[in-house]
């Protein structure tokens, strides 16, 4: 099948500052991108977010997410605040960066926001993060468990799980898939140079991480969402490397058509 | 658009060796390059005013570097240089700007005049005269008609000295050339700085440059650094740096405000 395809908009943040969410979007669609992940960080976005619900009308894409970072016990009400509100979006992905209460603050807050993303018909998404409180698919996993609920599920990040060395790629996938709701991508190699010291972000044509072996992994367990591509501040000239990864996952799609027994016997480490 | 796009000729020089000045020029203008730059430690250097005439490109300029005991080697690329009537000069006589430096370009300037040469001051991180700060305080300095300055893209980013639009604007009236690169900060990079890469490359943002440049009405010449850490095959690199910027430069003319940021920060 042909995934969708969307950027996460952190690709056009450089340390030369942030491209308008106008040519964002612009840039997107003329490369032949679905859709962009918008981010809300913190509570403080760098897009108004009140252009989200003309994005699709304007220019063709789909906002493929919301992102938000939990600082629990510090944002609590400025993220719920925006999941009552943002318009244009069906999909909420959150990352759990730090805590004061741990665990039990944590679902406390999940809680809370369970009832708002019930009665807006929105969803869910967990998000591992690398060096964040929940950084693995397992501890992910665990919430998803926890709350069993219809609209609450979790995102797979190539890059953190890479990068997070949880291994066992199949056993992850499919212990992770009635829950899976979004996917990103990246390139990526193990580095001290990379993020958090710990692994490079790169277009997926690049890196140690075998994304074409991923791509056949989702395939597998019957994955249907979008693909996403992350970017973080390795960009240079943005539009020539989103270029690279539009071209990259596709060509790996195709490839992977043609050529199904492709596959490494080997589950990935 | 279609700006004519230099190279500097550093590229050629690899671990492997360095390409003759022919194979050199082919390469350039068979990958489209309208013309190059030569360092002034070329083997070569004395057949510059020959390149015109046997491959059509344009030399835009020396690069010259200036560290203490070279003087008399400086002084003579000036008074003997011939088919190059610009000078990109780097400054290398301690961690900052030098007195040695100001009298290295008090004895060339009236040779400048003579000859009518224009020198173009090459801010170089890990020099003396690392930023366009720097250099624009010594063309400050000497007021005057033949003393210039280069834009390096890679030093600006490599020195970290940031603020782009404002250093562009303080930099506007010596601005005579600009030099382009991929690069990303990096210990790995040149000078444990930050990597030289081909334009497709890196983390700095050279559209954004490049547009922030035609909103000035830049109409000098671009020219493309290399050097031996982008290694590989030296035609490639030279294909995928001419590839990106002609891609850049289309985008321009037909999104300009694709390369205006928000001025908000992360």
């Not at chain 1, 190539?158 to 898939?177: D, P, S």
Request: aromatic content about 10%; proline content about 4%.
């Amino acid at each position: 099948m042909s995934y969708p395809v969307h950027a996460l908009d952190s690709f056009f943040y450089s340390s030369m500052g942030v491209y308008t969410f106008q040519s964002q979007c612009e840039m997107l669609a003329e490369l032949g991108y679905d859709g962009i992940t918008v981010s809300a960080w913190g509570g403080k976005p760098l897009t108004d977010l009140s252009l989200l619900s003309s994005v699709k009308a304007r220019h063709g894409l789909d906002v493929s997410a919301l992102y938000l970072v939990l600082h629990e016990g510090r944002n609590d009400l400025l993220l719920r605040d925006i999941v009552e509100r943002v318009e244009g979006v069906q999909l909420v992905e959150l990352a759990v960066q730090t805590s004061l209460n741990g665990a039990n603050g944590i679902k406390r807050f999940i809680e809370s926001l369970l009832p708002i993303i019930e009665r807006r018909g929105l969803r869910l998404a967990l998000y591992p993060h690398l060096h964040h409180v929940t950084q693995t698919t397992s501890e992910v996993l665990q919430l998803c468990q926890h709350f069993l609920h219809p609209q609450l599920g979790m995102s797979f990040n190539g890059y953190h799980w890479y990068a997070g060395q949880e291994g066992n790629l199949e056993e992850r996938l499919v212990a992770i898939k009635p829950w899976l709701m979004q996917v990103v991508l990246s390139g990526s190699a193990l580095s001290p140079l990379g993020w958090g010291s710990v692994a490079t972000m790169e277009p997926p044509d690049r890196g140690e991480l075998d994304n074409f072996a991923l791509i056949a992994a989702l395939e597998r367990i019957g994955y249907k969402g979008s693909i996403g591509i992350l970017g973080w501040d390795y960009g240079g000239d943005i539009y020539l490397k989103l270029q690279r990864c539009l071209y990259t996952v596709h060509a790996m799609q195709e490839r992977l058509l043609a050529h199904p027994g492709w596959v490494p016997n080997q589950h990935l480490r | 658009m279609n700006r004519p796009l230099h190279h500097m000729d550093f590229i050629f020089q690899t671990r492997l060796g360095t390409y003759p000045l022919a194979a050199q020029c082919e390469m350039l203008a068979e990958t489209g390059y309208a013309g190059l730059t030569m360092s002034a430690w070329s083997s070569e250097l004395k057949k510059l005013p020959q390149v015109k005439e046997r491959w059509g490109l344009d030399v835009g300029a020396v690069y010259l570097i200036y560290r203490p005991g070279l003087e008399d080697f400086v002084t003579n690329i000036f008074e003997s240089i011939e088919g190059c009537s610009s000078i990109e000069l780097a400054l290398h006589s301690g961690d900052t700007v030098q007195e040695a430096d100001i009298r290295m370009i008090e004895r060339v300037l009236p040779i400048c005049e003579r000859r009518g040469i224009d020198i173009a001051l090459y801010p170089h991180v890990r020099y003396g005269m690392q930023t366009t700060s720097e250099a624009v305080a010594l063309c400050q300095r000497f007021n005057h008609p033949r003393l210039g300055i280069v834009f390096n893209g890679y030093h600006w980013y490599a020195t970290q000295e940031k603020s782009l639009e404002k250093r562009l604007d303080a930099v506007w009236p010596w601005l005579r050339q600009v030099n382009l690169a991929g690069c990303r900060l990096s210990p790995l990079g040149w000078g444990q700085a930050a990597t030289i890469e081909p334009l497709d490359e890196g983390e700095m943002d050279n559209f954004v440059l490049l547009g922030a440049l035609e909103r000035r009405g830049f109409q000098g010449r671009f020219g493309v650094l290399g050097w031996e850490s982008m290694g590989g095959d030296v035609y490639g690199n030279l294909q995928r740096s001419i590839g990106a910027f002609r891609s850049m430069e289309t985008r321009l003319k037909a999104h300009p405000a694709w390369s205006v940021m928000t001025d908000i920060s992360y």
